[in-house]
Protein backbone atom coordinates (compact mmCIF):
# COMPACT_ATOMS: atom_id res chain seq x y z
CA UNK A 1 0.00 0.00 0.00
CA UNK A 2 2.81 2.11 0.76
CA UNK A 3 4.35 2.32 -2.73
CA UNK A 4 0.91 3.24 -4.10
CA UNK A 5 1.40 6.83 -5.57
CA UNK A 6 -1.90 9.01 -5.77
CA UNK A 7 -1.85 12.04 -7.73
CA UNK A 8 -4.10 14.35 -9.76
CA UNK A 9 -5.58 12.76 -13.14
CA UNK A 10 -4.14 14.21 -16.34
CA UNK A 11 -5.19 13.75 -20.06
CA UNK A 12 -2.83 11.02 -20.41
CA UNK A 13 -4.60 9.18 -17.77
CA UNK A 14 -7.99 8.74 -19.64
CA UNK A 15 -7.60 4.92 -21.29
CA UNK A 16 -6.61 3.44 -18.29
CA UNK A 17 -9.05 4.94 -16.07
CA UNK A 18 -11.93 4.23 -18.64
CA UNK A 19 -10.55 0.52 -19.16
CA UNK A 20 -10.60 0.23 -15.16
CA UNK A 21 -13.87 1.95 -14.58
CA UNK A 22 -15.33 -0.78 -17.71
CA UNK A 23 -13.87 -3.48 -15.85
CA UNK A 24 -15.25 -2.51 -12.66
CA UNK A 25 -18.68 -1.74 -13.80
CA UNK A 26 -18.74 -5.16 -15.48
CA UNK A 27 -17.80 -7.13 -12.36
CA UNK A 28 -19.51 -4.82 -9.66
CA UNK A 29 -22.46 -4.40 -11.58
CA UNK A 30 -23.13 -7.71 -13.61
CA UNK A 31 -26.91 -7.79 -12.22
CA UNK A 32 -27.13 -4.42 -11.74
CA UNK A 33 -26.50 -2.97 -15.47
CA UNK A 34 -27.54 -5.17 -18.52
CA UNK A 35 -25.67 -7.47 -20.12
CA UNK A 36 -26.21 -5.93 -23.51
CA UNK A 37 -24.74 -2.70 -22.16
CA UNK A 38 -21.94 -4.46 -19.96
CA UNK A 39 -20.83 -6.58 -23.12
CA UNK A 40 -20.94 -4.55 -25.82
CA UNK A 41 -21.01 -0.66 -25.25
CA UNK A 42 -19.78 0.28 -21.89
CA UNK A 43 -15.66 0.13 -23.16
CA UNK A 44 -16.82 2.96 -25.51
CA UNK A 45 -19.37 5.02 -23.34
CA UNK A 46 -16.39 4.84 -20.96
CA UNK A 47 -13.75 5.55 -23.05
CA UNK A 48 -15.56 8.51 -24.03
CA UNK A 49 -16.53 9.69 -20.86
CA UNK A 50 -13.20 10.02 -19.43
CA UNK A 51 -11.25 11.54 -22.26
CA UNK A 52 -13.67 14.55 -22.79
CA UNK A 53 -13.50 14.46 -18.32
CA UNK A 54 -9.90 14.68 -18.95
CA UNK A 55 -9.16 16.87 -21.61
CA UNK A 56 -11.34 19.64 -20.70
CA UNK A 57 -11.75 19.18 -17.21
CA UNK A 58 -14.27 21.53 -15.49
CA UNK A 59 -13.16 23.63 -12.72
CA UNK A 60 -15.36 21.92 -9.74
CA UNK A 61 -14.15 18.74 -11.23
CA UNK A 62 -10.81 16.88 -9.81
CA UNK A 63 -10.17 13.24 -10.63
CA UNK A 64 -7.28 11.52 -8.57
CA UNK A 65 -5.32 8.43 -10.19
CA UNK A 66 -3.59 5.43 -7.52
CA UNK A 67 -0.54 3.60 -9.74
CA UNK A 68 1.41 1.04 -8.51
CA UNK A 69 5.43 0.86 -8.97
CA UNK A 70 5.01 -0.72 -12.27
CA UNK A 71 2.49 1.83 -13.22
CA UNK A 72 -0.52 -0.02 -13.40
CA UNK A 73 -3.95 1.96 -12.56
CA UNK A 74 -5.56 0.50 -8.90
CA UNK A 75 -7.49 3.17 -8.64
CA UNK A 76 -9.61 6.38 -9.02
CA UNK A 77 -11.76 9.16 -7.74
CA UNK A 78 -13.66 11.53 -9.11
CA UNK A 79 -15.60 14.39 -7.24
CA UNK A 80 -17.25 17.53 -8.39
CA UNK A 81 -16.79 20.53 -5.72
CA UNK A 82 -20.46 21.89 -4.02
CA UNK A 83 -22.15 20.04 -6.74
CA UNK A 84 -25.25 20.34 -5.17
CA UNK A 85 -27.15 23.13 -3.04
CA UNK A 86 -27.94 20.96 -0.46
CA UNK A 87 -25.71 17.65 -0.16
CA UNK A 88 -22.71 19.68 -1.41
CA UNK A 89 -19.81 18.12 -2.98
CA UNK A 90 -20.58 14.63 -5.31
CA UNK A 91 -18.09 11.92 -5.17
CA UNK A 92 -19.48 10.57 -8.91
CA UNK A 93 -16.89 7.66 -9.47
CA UNK A 94 -15.06 5.61 -6.80
CA UNK A 95 -12.93 2.57 -8.40
CA UNK A 96 -10.21 0.09 -6.96
CA UNK A 97 -9.20 -2.81 -9.38
CA UNK A 98 -10.89 -5.82 -8.26
CA UNK A 99 -7.11 -7.83 -7.25
CA UNK A 100 -6.31 -4.90 -5.15
CA UNK A 101 -9.84 -4.42 -3.28
CA UNK A 102 -10.11 -4.72 0.21
CA UNK A 103 -6.34 -3.66 0.88
CA UNK A 104 -7.29 -0.03 1.97
CA UNK A 105 -7.04 2.11 -1.43
CA UNK A 106 -10.71 3.26 -1.51
CA UNK A 107 -10.82 4.08 2.07
CA UNK A 108 -7.18 6.17 1.15
CA UNK A 109 -8.49 7.68 -2.39
CA UNK A 110 -11.52 8.72 -0.72
CA UNK A 111 -9.91 10.48 2.51
CA UNK A 112 -7.46 12.10 0.26
CA UNK A 113 -10.35 13.63 -1.82
CA UNK A 114 -12.05 15.07 1.27
CA UNK A 115 -8.69 16.33 2.79
CA UNK A 116 -8.43 18.77 -0.71
CA UNK A 117 -12.33 19.14 -0.22
CA UNK A 118 -12.38 20.51 3.21
CA UNK A 119 -10.53 23.98 2.64
CA UNK A 120 -11.78 24.36 -1.32
CA UNK A 121 -15.19 23.71 -0.71
CA UNK A 122 -18.09 26.80 0.28
CA UNK A 123 -20.42 23.62 1.30
CA UNK A 124 -19.39 21.18 4.54
CA UNK A 125 -21.46 18.29 2.75
CA UNK A 126 -20.06 15.81 0.80
CA UNK A 127 -22.41 12.92 -0.89
CA UNK A 128 -22.64 9.95 -3.26
CA UNK A 129 -25.21 8.14 -5.54
CA UNK A 130 -25.02 3.82 -4.98
CA UNK A 131 -26.81 1.19 -6.40
CA UNK A 132 -28.92 -0.22 -3.77
CA UNK A 133 -27.94 -3.81 -5.04
CA UNK A 134 -24.43 -2.97 -4.55
CA UNK A 135 -23.41 -3.64 -0.69
CA UNK A 136 -20.51 -4.23 -0.50
CA UNK A 137 -19.96 -0.82 -1.36
CA UNK A 138 -22.43 0.78 0.73
CA UNK A 139 -21.08 -0.98 3.80
CA UNK A 140 -17.73 0.76 2.77
CA UNK A 141 -19.08 4.04 3.26
CA UNK A 142 -21.77 3.49 6.11
CA UNK A 143 -18.31 2.08 7.95
CA UNK A 144 -17.11 5.59 6.96
CA UNK A 145 -19.51 7.61 8.34
CA UNK A 146 -21.82 8.02 5.23
CA UNK A 147 -25.31 7.75 5.94
CA UNK A 148 -28.27 6.98 3.35
CA UNK A 149 -30.40 10.11 3.28
CA UNK A 150 -32.66 9.34 0.53
CA UNK A 151 -33.62 6.90 -2.28
CA UNK A 152 -34.19 7.25 -6.02
CA UNK A 153 -33.66 5.64 -9.21
CA UNK A 154 -30.97 5.35 -11.72
CA UNK A 155 -30.67 8.07 -14.92
CA UNK A 156 -28.16 5.09 -16.51
CA UNK A 157 -30.52 3.53 -19.01
CA UNK A 158 -28.87 0.65 -19.04
CA UNK A 159 -29.80 0.35 -15.46
CA UNK A 160 -33.53 -0.01 -15.76
CA UNK A 161 -34.50 2.51 -13.02
CA UNK A 162 -32.69 0.44 -10.41
CA UNK A 163 -32.46 1.60 -7.24
CA UNK A 164 -29.71 4.25 -5.82
CA UNK A 165 -28.99 5.54 -2.35
CA UNK A 166 -27.62 9.09 -1.55
CA UNK A 167 -24.91 8.46 1.29
CA UNK A 168 -24.06 11.83 3.03
CA UNK A 169 -21.75 12.98 5.32
CA UNK A 170 -23.16 16.11 6.54
CA UNK A 171 -19.08 17.28 7.37
CA UNK A 172 -16.57 16.41 5.21
CA UNK A 173 -13.72 17.23 7.24
CA UNK A 174 -15.09 13.71 9.28
CA UNK A 175 -13.31 12.04 6.89
CA UNK A 176 -10.43 14.42 6.02
C1 LIG B 1 -16.09 0.02 -2.89
C2 LIG B 1 -14.57 0.15 -3.09
C3 LIG B 1 -14.26 1.46 -3.78
C4 LIG B 1 -13.91 0.14 -1.72
O1 LIG B 1 -12.52 0.21 -1.92
P1 LIG B 1 -11.57 -0.90 -1.24
O2 LIG B 1 -10.18 -0.51 -1.50
O3 LIG B 1 -12.01 -2.25 -1.67
O4 LIG B 1 -12.00 -0.72 0.27
P2 LIG B 1 -11.09 -0.72 1.54
O5 LIG B 1 -10.08 -1.81 1.44
O6 LIG B 1 -10.63 0.67 1.81
O7 LIG B 1 -12.17 -1.11 2.60
C5 LIG B 1 -12.67 -2.44 2.58
C6 LIG B 1 -14.14 -2.38 2.62
O8 LIG B 1 -14.67 -2.28 1.30
C7 LIG B 1 -15.68 -3.27 1.14
N1 LIG B 1 -15.69 -3.77 -0.20
C8 LIG B 1 -16.57 -3.36 -1.13
N2 LIG B 1 -16.43 -4.06 -2.24
C9 LIG B 1 -15.42 -4.95 -2.00
C10 LIG B 1 -14.82 -5.97 -2.77
N3 LIG B 1 -15.27 -6.24 -4.00
N4 LIG B 1 -13.78 -6.67 -2.24
C11 LIG B 1 -13.37 -6.42 -0.99
N5 LIG B 1 -13.91 -5.47 -0.20
C12 LIG B 1 -14.94 -4.75 -0.71
C13 LIG B 1 -15.41 -4.34 2.13
O9 LIG B 1 -16.69 -4.85 2.47
C14 LIG B 1 -14.75 -3.61 3.24
O10 LIG B 1 -15.72 -3.14 4.10
P3 LIG B 1 -15.92 -3.82 5.52
O11 LIG B 1 -14.57 -3.82 6.17
O12 LIG B 1 -16.89 -2.95 6.19
O13 LIG B 1 -16.44 -5.18 5.19
C15 LIG B 1 -13.98 -1.02 -3.94
O14 LIG B 1 -14.23 -2.24 -3.26
C16 LIG B 1 -14.53 -1.09 -5.34
O15 LIG B 1 -13.96 -0.50 -6.26
N6 LIG B 1 -15.61 -1.84 -5.53
C17 LIG B 1 -16.19 -2.02 -6.86
C18 LIG B 1 -16.71 -0.72 -7.47
C19 LIG B 1 -17.70 -0.02 -6.58
O16 LIG B 1 -18.63 -0.62 -6.04
N7 LIG B 1 -17.50 1.30 -6.44
C20 LIG B 1 -18.39 2.15 -5.68
C21 LIG B 1 -19.49 2.63 -6.55
S1 LIG B 1 -20.61 3.69 -5.67
Known amino acids: MNDIMIRPAIDQDAPAVASLHAASWRD ?3 NILSADFLSDGVDADRRAVWSQRLSAPTADQF ?4 YDPDGRLLGFICCYRDADPVWGSLVDNLHVAAATRGSGLGERLLRDAARLLAPSASHSGLHLWV ?7 LRFYTRLGGRVVETGSSENPAAGGKTVLRVHWPDVTQLA
Open 28 to 30: TYA
Open 131 to 137: FEANTAA
Open 63 to 66: VNVA
